[in-house]
């Protein structure tokens, strides 16, 4: 579970872990903890719901910053110094440091809109 943009994967490991300890079950027999099957499903099932969107999202992100043509003329956008260009900025910035701000970037229509209008 690492984050396809960030590469960051340190959060997602420890939530990993924690999930995965409530699904094992203590089978009484000298305290041993059984993990079957079924268990491991439930498991990937309730970390792609919590995690699921935010890969998703990030993702799509990463294709984004794949596109240099794109990126560049973003960014030159961005660079320009009136209301766009400083809402165009303010938005890249919470696309890096907020997963609220990737699920805006990761719309196409939040994209054409800062851009465009």
């Known amino acids: ?10 959060n997602q490991a420890l939530l ?4 995965l ?6 089978s009484g027999k ?16 309730e970390m792609w719901e919590i995690l699921g969107p935010v890969l ?13 043509w794109l990126l560049n003329w973003m960014l030159r956008k961005a ?9 165009i900025r303010d938005q890249l910035e919470l696309a890096v440091s907020t997963k609220a701000g990737q699920e805006d970037m990761a719309s196409t229509w939040q994209l054409m809109k800062m851009v465009f209008f």
């Not at 990993?16 to 999930?19: A, E, N, P, R």
């Not at 300890?21 to 203590?26: G, L, N």
């Not at 000298?30 to 099932?45: L, Y």
């Open 1 to 10: 579970w690492v984050d396809p943009l960030s590469g960051e994967g340190l």
């Open 21 to 26: 300890f409530s699904h094992y079950t203590s």
């Open 56 to 68: 998703t999202n990030s993702y799509k992100l990463q294709k984004l910053v794949k596109k240099k």
């Open 30 to 45: 000298g305290g041993k903890f059984e993990f079957s099957s079924q268990s491991a499903h439930d498991f990937q099932t």
């Open 79 to 87: 660079t320009r110094d009136d209301k766009r260009g400083k809402a």
């Open 16 to 19: 990993s872990g924690k999930l």
